[in-house]
């Protein structure tokens, strides 16, 4: 199907609203300000039938904030989650953190805790926010009894993150996941190309991840972009012996041919792998409202884990 008329929308007045702008950093703020307004206030998101609650826990480099999400009725499972940002931006406050993590409590009746681990900015690199996310994933699974379904997810480089958790804790010891939950996971670089009839199609989404841009994102978080360490990028480990994994594509997305990888790859080691493709969206619609059918039904498939 096309891209979403709310995207076409938002590429519109996104486009109107930079033009005053003369420089890139007066674009950039023109550009956060349209933003923020299109897509709303996740704060304001209807929290009805869960508990909220900020926490903070110790980490290996220092204090860790966790936003905790409880369902009033029976808890028949957990998640571990981590919000995108191409590893330095985004926080507990956004779609991504905020509204997927109560979403997931409420559609799953699972307690959530959402990370707000490390960014990475010049002086935090790898394998800082991955740090971060080990460390609450081991204080998160100390909650829960043994006997409690549990799940480890996040959303583009916190997929990535979360699948470099997952690694880490096959690895070293530790409780694994029952089950990785990543949508639109940023897990390869160099990023593979789409196919000529999805370039095609991508033409139609002018804010795209240009090659340039990856290869910032992944110099930003690591340091370098030769002898990238294998589980930065975790499309290029080892990947046997991982929990069974749901992953949610977009449709429109230079991302999805990491994913489409991804999936294949874990499939060929034998581990149990579904993925829902959600029409019309592109990169990052989780961060946008559940009133959207895609974003609700992306939800949906992450929360039938148990």
């Known amino acids: 199907m096309p891209v979403d008329e709310y995207f076409t929308r938002m ?10 702008g003369d420089t890139d950093d007066e674009k950039g703020v023109l550009a956060q300000k349209f933003i923020r307004d299109f897509i709303g206030d996740a704060l ?12 903070v826990i110790d980490g290996p480099h220092g204090p860790i904030p966790l936003r905790l999400y409880r369902p009033d009725g029976p808890v028949t499972g957990a998640v571990l989650w981590a919000h995108g940002g191409g590893f330095r931006h985004g926080d507990l406050d956004m779609f ?5 993590s109560l979403e997931l409590a409420r559609r ?3 307690a959530v805790a959402s990370v707000d681990y490390r960014l990475a900015d010049g002086t935090v690199r790898y394998p800082v926010p991955i740090d971060d996310v080990h460390a609450a994933w081991d204080w998160w699974c100390e909650q829960h009894a043994t006997d409690t379904p549990i799940a480890l997810g996040g959303a583009s480089a916190g997929a990535a993150l ?15 996941a029952d089950v990785l939950l990543l949508a639109y996971p940023f897990t390869h670089y160099p990023n593979p190309s789409l196919s000529p009839a999805m370039s095609a199609e991508m033409a139609a989404v ?17 340091g370098r972009i030769s002898d990238v360490p294998a589980d930065a990028l975790p499309g290029a480990a080892r990947l046997d012996g991982l929990p069974r994994t749901r992953i949610v594509v977009s449709e429109y997305d230079d ?19 579904e993925s829902y493709l959600a029409l019309g969206m592109t990169h990052g619609h989780l961060n946008h409202s559940p009133d959207l059918a895609e974003v609700a039904q992306s939800l949906d498939f992450l929360a039938k884990f148990a």
């Open 44 to 55: 304001a998101w209807d929290a009805t039938g869960v508990t909220v609650e900020d926490a």
């Open 108 to 110: 799953a009746g699972a």
């Open 255 to 273: 991302l999805r041919a990491s994913a489409e990888l991804l999936e294949r790859q874990l499939r060929e080691v034998g581990v149990p792998v």
């Open 11 to 20: 590429f519109r007045g996104l486009e109107a609203a930079t033009a005053p």
């Open 162 to 176: 979360a699948l470099a958790t997952a690694l880490r804790t096959r690895d070293t010891g530790g409780r694994a």
């Open 206 to 222: 002018p804010f795209r991840f240009e090659p340039e841009g990856v290869e910032d994102m992944v110099r930003n978080y690591v």
């Open 96 to 100: 991504e953190g905020h509204v997927v």
